[in-house]
């Protein structure tokens, strides 16, 4: 199984900046892609930001050249860098992980718990 564990969330005021760190643990063959994602209240769970093994970065419209995704392939760990952060991002941030359990085995996503973030003044 793969353990995926967020920290970082917390409380900033609008503009302000906060690092999300994922890291992945367990018994797996390979981490894949790697990725962000958020749900606000009432809404539905919506992609942030991923990236592949190889570095390849997918960024939602809505936090292009504000949020930076990057990934520690050597420690399993993924983190989103948000800057100017608006009220509009305030959510619980996700953490997904693309991993497979053995060479042989079919790769399936896995979630981590959730980290809060809240934009406020």
């Known amino acids: 199984q793969v353990q995926l564990v967020e920290s970082g969330g917390g409380l900033v005021q609008p503009g302000g900046s906060l690092r999300l760190s994922c890291v992945a643990s367990g018994s797996f063959f390979s981490i894949y892609a790697m990725g962000w994602y958020r749900q606000a209240p009432g809404k539905q769970r919506e992609l942030v930001a991923d990236i592949t093994s190889g570095g390849r970065r997918n960024y939602a419209d809505s936090v292009k050249g504000r949020f930076t995704i990057s990934r520690d392939n050597a420690w399993n760990m993924v983190y989103l860098q ?28 896995y979630w981590g718990q959730g980290t809060q973030v809240t934009v406020s003044s």
Do not use: H, P, Q
Request: with cysteine; charged share 25%; glycine share 0%.
């Open 82 to 109: 948000m800057n100017s952060l608006k009220a509009a991002d305030t959510a619980v941030y996700y953490c997904k992980s693309e991993a497979a359990l053995s060479a042989t085995m079919v790769r399936r996503d």
